[in-house]
C-alpha cells in the first residue's frame, strides 16, 4: 500500500466493516448510557422516570461496590499470574522433545474446550467439595480436615478453577514463542558461561516478552467479565465474598429487576475496564512494537 | 595456551554413524581450517570440540587435560557462529559484556576490554545500538568481538563469513587473519570456501563423509593430493582428472593435471581438442577444451590473453613433472 492511490481504495474497502463494527459497538454502549440515567425497574416497567445521577450514587454507596472491584483486580491479577507462571514452567517443559509429545500437548490443552460452567460444575462437585470432593479424600487420608473451599476461601477457590482454564491459552502462546527461539542464541549463551538460570532470564524471558504480553491483555478481557464460575460456585457468596463487578451487575439487573441501576454499574464497569486497559497498554504495551 | 588433540573422537546420531573415529592434533597458535563438501561433519566435529554435542567414543584433550565430559563453558573456548547468535534484546555493549558478566569480572575490567574489542574491530560508534540496526559484516565483527573479550584459549569458527557479500567476505577474511596474528590464540576455522582454507589456514583437514582425507599446509596438499578426493576438492578451477588409456600411459588409474599446468596452443601439442567456453578475467583466461577423448572437458588456464575463439582447434601439453598419478585405490602413487 504504498501509492496515495491504492490507500485511498483499502480505505474505502475497509470502510463498511469498520462502520459495522462501530454501530455495533456504538448503539448499545448509548442505550446503557440513557438508561443509566433513568429510574427504570422490571418491576414497574411502565413507571420510567429521568433519574440524574442517582444511579450511580445508588450503586456507587453499595457497599458491596468497592469490594467488588477489589475482588474483580485480585482475580484477574491473580489468574494472570498462575496463568503466566505456570504457563511458562508448562510451555518449558513441553518444548523439550519427550516420549507421547503428541498426547501430552493435546492433554495440556484439553481443559481449554470444557465450556466454563462445566468446568465449575467438576471443580465444585468433583474435586472441591468438602465432603465427597478428591481434595477432601486427599486431606482426609493424611488426616486432616477437609476444607471447605466455597465457604472459607471462596475467591481463592474461584481464581484456581478459572486459572485452570486459562493455563492451556497462556501455555499455547509460550509454547510457540519459545520454539521461536533461535538454537544457536542459547548455545551461543551457554559457551559464554551462562547457567540455566541466566539463559532463562537473560534470553528465553525477554524473547517471550511479547507472548507473554499478548497473554496478559487477551486473558485481562476474558478475565474482567468473569461470571459463569461464580454463579455456579458461590452465587457471589459468603455475602460478597467472591462478587466481582459484572456478578454485582448481575445481581442489580435480574435479582432486583433494576435496569436503571445495572446500567449504571455497566457504564463504571466500562470506565474501569479502559483505565485497566490504559495501564497495561502502558505498562506492557511496548513490547508489542 | 590451546591445544587441542582429538583420540578416537567418533559421532553417532542414533543409527548414523556421521564421524568415524579420528584422531587429530592442532597445536598451540595454530589457524586450522577444516573443509569439505556440504554435511561432510565439519560443523559436527567443531561442536562436538566447543562440547555443544556429546562424543560417542573417544577423548578430547585441551591443552593436555581431557575435557571430553566438561562443559562447554568450562573448556575455554569462544565460538562464532554463521548466523551470528547475537542477543538481539540487548545492545552491543551488552553482547559483548555478556561472558565476563557471567564470569563475574569487576566492571572497570569489563569496560576497559569492550573499549579495547570495539576499537580493534571498528565498533566504537555502535556500542548502543542493537543487534537489529546493524548490518551483517558489523553483526559478524560484534560476534567477534563477544569471543575476544573471553581471551580464550582458542577460537571456532562456523562458517562466520557465508552470510556476508563477496567484497566484504574479502574484507573480514583480512580481518580475521591480522586478527590471529596479533592474538596468536589458536583457531579453528569451518569454511566450504576454498580461497578462505588457502589463505587463511596454516593447516588445511580436508573432511569427506566424517573422515579426514588428508591434513597439511595449503601448499602440500596443493602440490602433493594424498588422493583423488583431495586432488579434486582442492584448488580452484578443480583439477583434471583422467582415467583410462592416458592414464594407464603413465601406469596409473586416474592422471591429474591442474588447469595451470597444461600449456594451450594453436598450432602443436600433445593432446587435440577443440575450444568450447573461454572466460577471460585480464590477468587469466580458462579455456573449456571439449573433443580431446579423455574427458568431457579439460578445463586450461592460460595466462593474459590469447587469442583463441570458441570452435577453433588447439594443441594441449601437460607438464610432465607436475602431473600426479593415483592408484585403483585412489591413493597417490
Ligand atoms: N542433530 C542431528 N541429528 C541427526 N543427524 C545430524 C544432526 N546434525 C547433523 N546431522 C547429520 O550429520 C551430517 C554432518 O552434518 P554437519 O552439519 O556437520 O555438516 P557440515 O559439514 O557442517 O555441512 P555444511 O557445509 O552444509 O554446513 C549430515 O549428514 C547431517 O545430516
Ligand atoms: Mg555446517
Known amino acids: ?92 517443559l513441553i518444548d523439550k522433545p519427550i516420549w507421547g509429545q503428541g498426547i501430552v500437548r493435546i492433554l495440556v490443552i484439553s481443559p481449554f474446550f470444557v465450556m466454563p460452567p462445566v468446568a465449575a460444575l467438576i471443580w465444585k462437585n468433583m474435586i472441591m467439595h468438602p465432603s465427597y470432593g478428591v481434595l477432601a479424600d486427599v486431606a482426609r487420608f493424611f488426616g486432616v480436615q477437609p476444607v471447605d473451599w466455597f465457604a472459607q476461601y471462596p475467591l481463592t477457590s474461584i481464581i484456581l478453577i478459572v486459572a485452570w482454564q486459562w493455563l492451556p491459552f497462556a501455555t499455547l502462546i509460550l509454547l510457540t514463542s519459545l520454539q521461536s527461539l533461535d538454537t544457536e542464541q542459547m548455545e551461543a549463551a551457554e559457551m559464554d558461561g551462562a547457567p540455566a538460570y541466566s539463559r532463562f532470564f537473560y534470553l528465553v524471558l525477554p524473547h517471550m516478552a511479547r507472548a507473554i504480553t499478548v497473554v496478559i491483555l487477551i ?9 459463569a464460575e461464580i454463579l455456579v460456585t458461590t452465587n457471589g457468596g459468603p455475602g460478597t465474598a467472591s462478587t466481582n463487578l459484572t456478578f454485582l451487575i448481575y445481581r442489580a439487573a435480574r435479582l432486583n429487576f433494576d435496569i436503571g441501576g445495572a446500567a449504571a454499574g455497566g457504564i463504571i464497569a466500562v470506565i474501569l475496564a479502559n483505565l485497566v486497559a490504559i495501564f497495561l497498554m502502558r505498562a506492557v504495551g511496548r513490547n508489542l512494537d | 595456551m590451546g591445544q587441542i588433540t582429538l583420540q578416537g573422537v567418533a559421532k553417532r546420531f542414533g543409527e548414523v554413524e556421521v564421524i568415524p573415529p579420528l584422531d587429530l592434533t592442532i597445536e598451540d597458535g595454530e589457524f586450522v ?67 565476563m558478566k557471567m564470569a563475574g569480572m569487576p566492571k572497570p575490567e569489563q569496560d576497559r576490554r ?17 543487534p537489529g540496526q546493524l548490518s551483517g559484516g558489523q553483526r559478524q565483527r560484534v560476534a567477534i568481538g563477544r569471543a575476544i573479550v573471553r581471551e580464550p584459549s582458542a577460537f571456532l569458527f562456523d562458517e562466520p563469513l557465508s552470510n556476508l557479500d563477496a567484497a566484504l567476505r574479502v574484507g573480514m577474511r583480512l580481518e ?66 583422467f582415467t583410462g588409456a ?70 594441449l601439453t601437460p607438464d610432465e613433472g607436475k602431473i600426479h598419478k593415483f592408484d585403483t585405490n585412489g591413493d597417490r602413487i
Open chain 2, 114 to 130: 569492550i573499549e579495547a574489542a570495539a576499537k580493534a574491530l571498528n565498533l566504537t560508534s555502535y556500542l548502543d545500538r542493537r
Open chain 1, 219 to 227: 486473558q485481562t478481557i476474558f478475565l474482567l467479565g468473569i461470571y
Open chain 1, 1 to 92: 500500500m504504498a501509492t496515495r492511490q491504492t490507500q485511498g481504495l483499502a480505505r474505502l474497502m475497509r470502510a463498511p466493516a469498520i462502520i459495522l463494527l462501530f454501530v455495533w459497538m456504538i448503539v448499545p454502549l448509548c442505550m446503557t448510557l440513557y438508561y443509566s440515567f433513568l429510574n427504570y425497574n422490571m418491576l414497574n416497567p411502565g413507571m420510567t422516570s429521568w433519574a440524574g445521577w442517582f444511579n450511580y450514587q445508588y450503586f456507587y454507596t453499595d457497599p458491596a461496590f468497592l469490594e467488588s472491584i477489589r475482588n474483580t483486580l485480585v482475580l484477574v491479577l491473580g489468574v494472570l499470574f498462575i496463568t503466566v507462571v505456570g504457563g511458562t514452567f508448562i510451555a518449558m
Open chain 2, 33 to 99: 581450517v577444516f573443509v569439505g563438501p556440504s554435511g561432510c561433519g565439519k560443523s559436527t566435529l567443531l561442536r562436538l570440540i566447543a562440547g555443544l554435542e556429546d562424543v560417542s567414543g573417544g577423548r578430547i584433550l585441551i591443552d593436555g587435560k581431557d575435557a571430553t565430559d566438561a562443559s562447554p563453558a568450562k573448556r575455554g573456548l569462544a565460538m562464532v557462529f554463521q548466523s551470528y547468535a547475537l542477543y538481539p534484546h540487548m545492545s552491543v555493549r551488552k553482547n559483548i559484556a555478556f561472558p
Open chain 2, 176 to 241: 580475521i587473519s591480522e586478527l590471529h596474528n596479533r592474538l596468536k590464540t589458536t583457531m579453528i576455522y569451518v569454511t566450504h570456501d576454498q580461497v578462505e582454507a588457502m589463505t587463511m589456514a596454516d593447516k588445511i583437514v580436508v573432511l569427506q563423509a566424517g573422515r579426514i582425507e588428508q591434513v597439511g599446509s595449503p601448499l602440500d596438499l596443493y602440490h602433493a593430493p594424498k588422493n583423488v578426493f583431495v586432488a579434486g576438492f582442492i584448488g580452484s578451477p578443480r583439477m583434471n582428472l
Open chain 2, 246 to 315: 592416458v592414464a594407464a600411459d603413465y601406469g596409473a588409474q586416474t592422471i591429474g593435471v591442474r588447469p595451470e599446468h597444461i600449456r594451450i596452443s594453436a598450432t602443436t601439442g600433445k593432446w587435440q581438442g577443440r575450444v568450447g567456453v573461454s572466460e577471460h578475467l585480464g590477468s587469466d583466461s580458462f579455456f573449456y577444451v571439449e573433443g580431446t577423448g579423455l574427458a568431457e572437458t579439460v578445463t586450461v588456464r592460460s595466462g593474459g590473453e590469447v587469442g583463441l575463439r570458441h570452435g577453433d582447434t588447439v594443441w
